[in-house]
């Protein structure tokens, strides 16, 4: 007897072609460079973000802010070398700004790339008033 409802359109069972279509999804996601991550935030919070998540220039905006609230270490050298014993690849930017501040004295200051400059000059203004107190 025959089923009422839409003609099948392939052979294979509907739990294959969803298993499928997510394994595509998947890879796609992983070409893009794309991960998947799981946070646990407030309901007001999560709600704002996945709003957010949908407007244009979302991922761009993100990254800015998120490069105001953490430094890569690896980015810069002189701050590498201060934080030689750490093993996160980031660092908050308080924090960052603490350990230019106490180790000054061991920063080469010639050595110094415009974007090191930069960065100290951002965070003396965030969190030092404008100064690094050395």
């Known amino acids: ?4 409802g839409r003609p ?3 052979k294979l069972t509907r ?3 969803l298993r499928r279509a997510k394994r595509a999804q998947r890879h796609r996601d992983h070409a893009a460079g794309l991960v998947q991550l799981q946070l646990k935030l407030p309901r007001p ?3 704002k973000l996945a709003a957010t ?9 993100l990254d800015a802010l998120l490069d105001d609230m953490v430094v890569r270490l690896a980015d810069y050298p002189a701050l590498a070398d201060l934080a030689w ?6 660092l908050p930017a308080r924090e960052a700004f603490g350990l230019y501040e106490r180790n000054w004295r061991f920063v080469d200051t010639g050595k110094l790339d415009e974007r090191e ?3 100290i000059e951002r965070l003396a203004q ?4 404008g100064l690094i107190h050395a």
Request: charged content about 25%; cysteine-free; overall charge positive.
């Open 45 to 47: 919070v999560a709600a």
């Open 15 to 17: 739990a294959e072609q």
């Open 85 to 90: 014993n750490r093993t996160d690849e980031y």
């Open 117 to 119: 400059r930069a960065l």
């Open 53 to 61: 998540a949908r407007i244009s220039g979302y991922a761009q905006a």
């Open 1 to 4: 007897m025959k089923h009422p």
């Open 126 to 129: 965030r969190f030092g008033a």
């Open 8 to 10: 099948r359109t392939s």
